[in-house]
């Protein structure tokens, strides 16, 4: 199992630019989640989908954060317009039972 | 004040030391407990997983918890190098990867040769 696949690794963008964020969970997971992680925050839930159903967005910072999930092999998540305060590393994980296994992250930086 | 707070570190310690790392909560409904370790630039891994009061042993690591007081413990006997990561706890109410995990801010944690 290749576990859970994210890209890109970095990304590096100008503020006011779309980011697009893709993550691809370990097959057989039900459940998909999106973390931000920053050092002042720590790790933040932003949003996560069971089925492929959105349940819970309440972390998702604004409306310029969106995510998708049209099947079960791959996800998205979108900033748009981006701005430099959206630096930080996203995690996506994905379950099935109890235990999460997280990628390897996509780090972005937004100048 | 957060749910779960864990020092941040970082703690510096000679290889074959023993770690201790700790979290307290304040949420007394939180039963399933875990320790996720992070290394640079990679995603966190499941360490440990461990339901309500009492410990939990798997090779150097031992994972304490302690309901009465909110108060969790991940233990490293022999500390390596290789134990250089951060180390986060992680908590929720049910078992079911649907209830979400609260975790910690981690702790950076250094083994020096």
Same mark, same amino acid.
């Given at each position: 199992?290749?576990?859970?696949?994210?890209?890109?690794?970095?990304?590096?963008?100008?503020?006011?630019?779309?980011?697009?964020?893709? /993550?691809?969970?370990?097959?057989?997971?039900? #459940?998909? %989640?999106? #973390?931000?992680?920053?050092?002042?925050?720590?790790?933040?839930?932003?949003?996560? %989908?069971?089925?492929?159903?959105?349940?819970?967005?309440?972390?998702?910072?604004?409306?310029?954060?969106?995510?998708?999930?049209?099947?079960?092999?791959?996800?998205?998540?979108?900033?748009?317009?981006?701005?430099?305060?959206?630096?930080?590393? #996203?995690? /996506? *994980?994905? *379950?099935? %039972? #109890?235990?999460?296994?997280?990628?390897?992250?996509?780090?972005?930086?937004?100048? | 004040? =957060?749910?779960?707070?864990?020092?941040?570190?970082?703690?510096?310690?000679?290889?074959?030391?023993?770690?201790?790392?700790?979290?307290? !909560?304040?949420?007394?409904?939180?039963? !399933?407990?875990?320790?996720?370790?992070?290394?640079?630039? =990679?995603?966190?891994?499941?360490?440990?997983?461990?339901?309500?009061?009492?410990?939990?042993?798997?090779?150097?690591?031992?994972?304490?918890?302690?309901?009465?007081?909110?108060?969790?413990?991940?233990?490293?006997?022999?500390?390596?190098?290789?134990?250089?990561?951060?180390?986060?706890?992680?908590?929720?109410?049910?078992?079911?990867?649907?209830?979400?995990?609260?975790?910690?801010?981690?702790?950076?944690?250094?083994? =020096?040769?």
């Amino acid at each position: 199992d290749a576990g859970v696949i994210q890209s890109p690794r970095h990304e590096v963008t100008e503020m006011g630019q779309e980011v697009t964020l893709r /993550c691809k969970p370990i097959s057989g997971h039900d #459940y998909l %989640f999106w #973390y931000r992680q920053t050092m002042m925050r720590g790790l933040e839930l932003l949003i996560y %989908f069971n089925n492929n159903v959105p349940i819970d967005d309440s972390g998702m910072p604004e409306d310029r954060f969106s995510a998708k999930m049209p099947n079960a092999s791959f996800s998205t998540l979108k900033i748009q317009p981006s701005e430099p305060r959206d630096s930080a590393v #996203y995690f /996506c *994980a994905s *379950a099935r %039972f #109890y235990g999460y296994t997280f990628g390897s992250g996509t780090r972005l930086t937004v100048v | 004040q =957060k749910e779960v707070e864990q020092d941040p570190g970082p703690l510096s310690v000679p290889e074959g030391a023993i770690v201790s790392l700790n979290c307290t !909560y304040s949420n007394s409904a939180f039963q !399933y407990f875990m320790w996720y370790r992070q290394y640079s630039r =990679k995603g966190p891994e499941l360490l440990m997983y461990t339901y309500s009061s009492g410990n939990k042993e798997d090779g150097r690591f031992t994972a304490q918890v302690d309901k009465s007081s909110k108060y969790i413990s991940l233990f490293i006997r022999d500390s390596q190098p290789s134990d250089s990561a951060t180390y986060l706890c992680a908590m929720r109410k049910n078992n079911n990867a649907g209830n979400m995990l609260t975790f910690g801010g981690g702790t950076r944690l250094m083994v =020096k040769p």
